[in-house]
């Protein structure tokens, strides 16, 4: 792990910790950086806003995606290829069910929202770009790209507003979700 990388860590669990102790409105981001060894401008080179902080799994998550969906066979039918994909995420279980929680318990659902419509769209272009790669056309592309991004993040929603989540309730529902566009867009059947 980098120095960078070590500094976002520290950031990041501190930065939980006092959302759980403080709130999220209260918590301070001088405070946060101060108990982290850190200046202030330091936290925001690592995290843009506190927000951010409670969605760096989805925003780290997207750039890991990105280099796993690409790695897929093209002869491997494409929601195989999405599954398959955010089935094998470096991710640490537990963090991901207990920011989870911190969502929902901190802010908003239209805050969650707004966030999960921008990581949505963003999956989206991807999923764009990489059917353009493989010769779809341009509006095809777009409206598979859009709905594969739609199930797997609607997938999410649900999944964050159940009172305890599960990973493998996850996995289930966004499996579940693909399936249920896979004869809207005329994929092939199950692997």
């Known amino acids: 792990m980098t120095k960078a990388e070590r500094t976002r860590a520290a950031l990041r669990a501190t930065a939980l910790k006092h959302f759980v102790a403080d709130g999220f409105e209260a918590a301070s981001v001088p405070a946060i950086a101060a108990e982290a060894g850190v200046t202030e401008r330091t936290f925001y080179r690592h995290f843009a806003t506190k927000d951010e902080v409670l969605f760096a799994d989805l925003t ?7 280099q796993a969906i ?4 093209v002869s491997e039918d494409l929601i195989s290829s999405v599954l398959e994909s955010l089935g094998s995420a470096p991710t640490d279980p537990r963090l991901l069910v207990e920011i989870a929680r911190l969502r929902r318990a901190l802010l908003s659902p239209e805050r969650i929202e707004r966030v999960f419509r921008d990581r949505q769209a963003a999956m989206a272009r991807e999923l764009r770009q990489l059917l353009g790669d493989r010769g779809v056309g341009e509006l ?16 999410v929603a649900v999944w964050s507003e159940e009172p305890d ?6 996995g289930a529902l966004t499996e579940q979700a693909l399936e249920k566009v896979r004869p809207l867009l005329g994929f092939r059947g199950r692997r």
């Open 60 to 66: 780290e998550g997207l750039a890991w995606f990105r």
């Open 70 to 73: 690409r790695s897929r066979p």
């Open 140 to 155: 095809d592309a777009a409206v598979r790209a859009e709905a594969l991004a739609g199930a797997v993040f609607a997938a």
């Open 165 to 170: 989540p599960d990973l493998r309730v996850l």
